[in-house]
């Protein structure tokens, strides 16, 4: 089946710094990528739609300044979580949409900690 | 907006059992896609099965298959022969015809016990 990949899984950093987090898609090519959040015990939570060779269309309430989200190719797309503060901290999901039928293909997850 | 409701939050079931989760969701369209994914402790997200919404016949694949009600919305899983692996959070989601995105309902704890 279809990989999408995430790194870091775990990431720890400080408040007011930055963070980078990797999602690629592994095997297949994905016009299409999405970014979730999800707190503990909750579901899924869509943030934003990322577009390769555009912008990213984010949900209402999610702060674009605030995550920033680039598709720069068809197997990679970023989420960095800029000016991070400790109620940034969360589980961050990521998944791949193989564009030749209707699914999504998910992403281990990335665990960031904002000290 | 369409919506997704999984009314129980949590529950169990003896090893080698049937257990079927319940998933309703709210839509005006035609044509759409369901779909029950599992999260284990890892945390990935794995597809157990889909369903189009064109399509009369349910879904199965191997010890899941799904009860797929069109006029009453409802869109039920069960799990046959119970495994401890299939122990995780189980989401129901949505997708409408021509949409990317995924609906999700707020998930069930399913705990497998030997």
């Known amino acids: 089946g279809a990989v999408v990949s995430q790194h870091p899984s775990w990431v720890i950093c400080k408040s007011g710094t930055s963070v980078k987090i990797e999602c690629r898609s592994l095997?297949?090519?994905?016009?299409?990528m999405f970014w979730y959040r999800q707190f503990p015990k909750q579901s899924l939570m869509l943030m934003a739609t990322?577009?390769?060779?555009?912008?990213?269309?984010?949900e209402q309430g999610v702060e674009k300044d605030k995550f920033l989200i680039n598709h720069a190719s068809l197997t990679l797309s970023t989420l960095t979580v800029t000016s991070a503060h400790p109620e940034d901290s969360s589980f961050y999901i990521c998944?791949?949409?193989?564009?030749?039928?209707?699914?999504?293909?998910f992403g281990p997850g990335t665990r960031l900690t904002v000290t | 907006a369409q919506t997704v409701t999984q009314s129980q939050p949590e529950m169990s079931v003896q090893e080698a059992e049937t257990v079927t989760l319940s998933c309703t969701y709210d839509?005006?369209?035609?044509?759409?896609?369901l779909f029950w994914y599992k999260q284990p402790p890892s945390r990935q997200m794995i597809l157990v099965i889909r369903?189009?919404?064109?399509?009369?016949q349910n879904a199965t694949e191997n010890r899941f298959s799904v009860n797929f009600q069109k006029a009453a919305k409802s869109f039920s899983l069960k799990i046959s022969d119970s495994q401890l692996g299939d122990t995780a959070m189980y989401f129901c989601?949505?997708?409408?015809?021509?949409?990317?995105?995924?609906?999700f309902g707020k998930g069930m704890k399913l705990t497998v016990n030997p």
């Open positions: 989601a949505f997708m409408q015809g021509g949409s990317e995105k995924l609906v």
């Open positions: 990322s577009n390769e060779g555009s912008k990213a269309t984010y």
């Open positions: 839509t005006s369209e035609s044509n759409y896609y």
């Open positions: 095997d297949f090519q994905a016009t299409t």
């Open positions: 998944s791949a949409r193989d564009f030749t039928i209707y699914e999504q293909y």
């Open positions: 369903q189009e919404a064109y399509k009369q």
